[in-house]
């Protein structure tokens, strides 16, 4: 088998079959990275996994989950100003959790070098929105390099660290979700091992570093001349693409997978048009550009989400008066989505019909019903809505946070009836509660989100006298983004730790109402939360169950697993239909009859659905019905 | 290489990751260029994996334009004919592993289950070749994928990729005997 941490520390060159997320950590390695933080979110877990392949003394970085992504920034600019070069990376919406911090980078001297490696989310696919990141480098005067497939994120990764290090500033190297998760051969260079300087480096003659009064305004003035730099550097990079097909007419400037699809799509067309494909995409090579813009009649500007360039290119011509068309986004529609093959297509085929074929205007149906995520088999959060939507009245109004428990909020259960963003829901819940006697709020969240950014909002509703009752749906680890350990876990990325409890902290918060019940005692759940939703009080509810994914996960690591399951008297069913209609757990399955069976594939033998059935028509895993069937 | 884009589709949790990965590294190994992305979202929780895989000379995009694969490979019924209807092109080839996992709106009984003659009428109407694979006797349903690449390369549905490059592509991603196993059950299967 191919181990990942061989590759990732081979001495020689090589090339491999990786995926983004893959390709960046041997950058990282080549580069001679030393700290690396993080906090987990979708499209950029895998980085941290890969860092995990690396055993933890041969790792030639620190690297650690932080508690959020403001934390794990702030962290990076420590050991940054220190003199390690540092990076750190997270999600496209950890960037707004990060912000207070980040938009002050670029006023620094960063004497080590520090990069920021953003997975945004064009098309939402598993986040909150599909915000544009690059507007927050505008903001800050903070350069972007954009790779389109895997070998791009090697090679922008060593670009932006050498950048960052020799201008000692902040650079972004911008992901998108299918250039994190794509995969191909990609042809990496050398390593050769140097023992690293740890001397700490950090020296207030370096600054100013604080950033106060009139020294603001200087610093400000600092990182626009930085930026000035980084821009020449974007004029001259390789990085750059030209792709010249001698087409005098018409150009295409474009950028990260655009790009990509727009190759495929004009395979086959009639007279090409010339392109120009920037690695930098802030700042931007102004004089290439220019000369770009000069050379041709019409220019479209094919950009993702956001008209961030286009306005920028749009600009240099109105400054210079060229005598070019520029052609951006005309409606609605060219600022949603990803930019795929399909979307490139009609957004060119809209500039110029008679470049390429008419593009299928609307996708074939989808002939199947929709398959919505699911808690999974065995869920303590399924037990939980369960028992929670007993206890409460059908217009007492339930506030989600970001989890797996989010998903409550689809059918049979309809809990947690608003979401915003990580931590969100104590504070939204107690904003409901103002002027609102009759309808109760409860406010959920699980356990990474406590320590993420939920603190503040819990606060302020002991500070401040808000009687609504948070749950806390505490499984252990943060599940959602693929199991990262949390405070409460009692492991860090790399060792042990002393868990931090939730119980605890609350106490100490001086909260007086504090239950806590495993969520498979369903009635008990269900009692508790009659009692603590009718205190006029700030009361909480841990509601407790270990992630049964994690668990069975780690069950199969071991030889003699055999996987259980329940099965369901046929003689004692009534088809009445709760475990399917109100439990809901995706194993029961529903024939033409009516009858309901379990998918052996799917059930775990957790044993929680059993006390659902009005009947008693679920029999444990391992035990036989009256019909001796097993 | 003529370009061959191949669709995979199935359930969050049926291994759908491991046999586009093997498909993935033998294409490579054959000496093919190729490219795939892979689609999780929030599947880990029961929802669609899907992932797309483009093999040839003239790719830039692993992503497969709508309608245009030329390969859809399914681990699970309702899947397989919501990839036929959406993702394979007419005359292209369907492969799917004939089991059951019931969507939300069938299970609480607002829609009607897909039952395989829906699959059989709508790649009749289209040229489209179907294989539906099931075996009752695996020891594992973590097997289903391997017995589906079994099919895949009993069947050739993949051009220009030989034995040897998918039994490299596997050692490639497990040792043991995790790799003993599926190797047995993905050369039983070749012979059955
Ligand atoms: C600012 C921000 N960072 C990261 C994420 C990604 N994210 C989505 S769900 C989730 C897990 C939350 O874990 P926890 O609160 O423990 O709930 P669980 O999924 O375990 O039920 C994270 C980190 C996000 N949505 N927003």
Redesign the interface.
Known sequence: MKKMEDMLLRREAFSEVVMGNTAIVRAMVEAGTRVVSSYPGSPTPEIALAIQSIPKNDRPFYFEFSTNEKVATELAYGAAVNGHLSTVFFKSVGLNVAADTFVQLSLMNIIGGMVVVLGDDPGANSSQNEQDNRHYARMSYTPVLEPADPDEVYRFYLEAARLSQTLRMPVILRLTTHVCHAKERVAFGSWSPVQPDDTPRFDPANGPYIPLTTHAIEMKRAALARLEQVRQRAEETELNRFIDNGNRLRGVITMGLSFLSLMDVLDGAAAQPDILKLAYVHPLPRKKIVRFLSSHQEIKVLEELDDVVENQIKAIAFDLQLPVKIFGKTQPEDWIGEYTPDKVHQVLYATWPDMVQPAPTSEAEDPAPHRPPQMCPGCGHRSAFHAIKQALAPTDITVADIGCHTLGFLPPYEIGQLLMCMGASTAMASGLRLFNTSRKVVAFMGDSTFFHAALPGIINAIFNHHPITLILMENGTTAMTGHQDNPASGKNFNEETDKIPVRQVLEGLGIKHIAEVDTYQQAKLAELVVEATSIDEFSVVIARHPCMLKFTREQRKNSTYQQKHVTIDQGVCERIHTCIGAFGCPTFTRDTEGNVTINTDLCIGDGSCIQTCPTKAIIPAGKKDKGGAA | MKAFSIYLTG???QGIGLIS?II??AA?HAGHP???????????????VVSQIRIGD??????????QADLVISLER??A??AA??ALKDKGCLIYYN?????????????A??EES?IQD?CRARGIQVISVFHADLPD?RMQNMAMLSEIHRHRMIPDIDLEHYQTAM?????G?M?AENRALFDKRLTA
């Open positions: 359930v969050g949790g990965e993935l590294r490579d190729v490219k795939s992305v892979d689609t999780h979202g929030l599947a880990q929780r029961g929802g669609i003239k790719i830039f995009s692993p992503i497969i334009p709508a309608g309702h899947e004919f919501r209807g959406t089991t059951v996992w019931q969507p939300l709106s069938v299970r609480l009984n607002q829609t289950e897909i829906y709508l349903i050692a490639d991603l497990m040792s005997t790799l």
